[in-house]
Nanobody, 123 residues
Framework: QVDLVESGGGPVQAGGSLRLSCAASGATFVIDGMAWFRQAPGKEREFVSDIHWTREHTYYANSVKGRFTISRDSAKNVMYLQMSRLEPDDTAVYYC????????????????WGQGTQVTVSS
């Protein structure tokens, strides 16, 4: 079992920055990659970014490319999402997820999920 806990969410003004963190505990050795998803009211959960845990390959949704940066500290089992130039459309609950395997991007690729942290971007 892998436990994921997000932190760092909160209110922020448009154009501002925020950094989210996701701490993993438990059987973290099974993790091949971690990702951020988000879900806004009335919308389906969508992929934001993924990082391979050892190779550090990163992937981003088109909507956040150039604005968000995903990173990780493998020694501490912590993943980060640095969000810059935030827009009102970025408002959502952001979820941390961990996968076992090589496939990424789809929700079904991720076995473990956190409870989410709210990000609210005001215009």
């Amino acid at each position: 079992q892998v436990d994921l806990v997000e932190s760092g969410g909160g209110p922020v003004q448009a154009g501002g920055s925020l950094r989210l963190s996701c701490a993993a505990s438990g059987a973290t050795f099974v993790i091949d990659g971690m990702a951020w998803f988000r879900q806004a009211p009335g919308k389906e959960r969508e992929f934001v970014s993924d990082i391979h845990w050892t190779r550090e390959h990163t992937y981003y949704a088109n909507s956040v490319k150039g604005r968000f940066t995903i990173s990780r500290d493998s020694a501490k089992n912590v993943m980060y999402l640095q969000m810059s130039r935030l827009e009102p459309d970025d408002t959502a609950v952001y979820y941390c997820a961990a996968r076992r395997g090589s496939t990424y991007y789809q929700s079904g690729d991720y076995k473990y999920w956190g409870q989410g942290t709210q990000v609210t971007v005001s215009s």
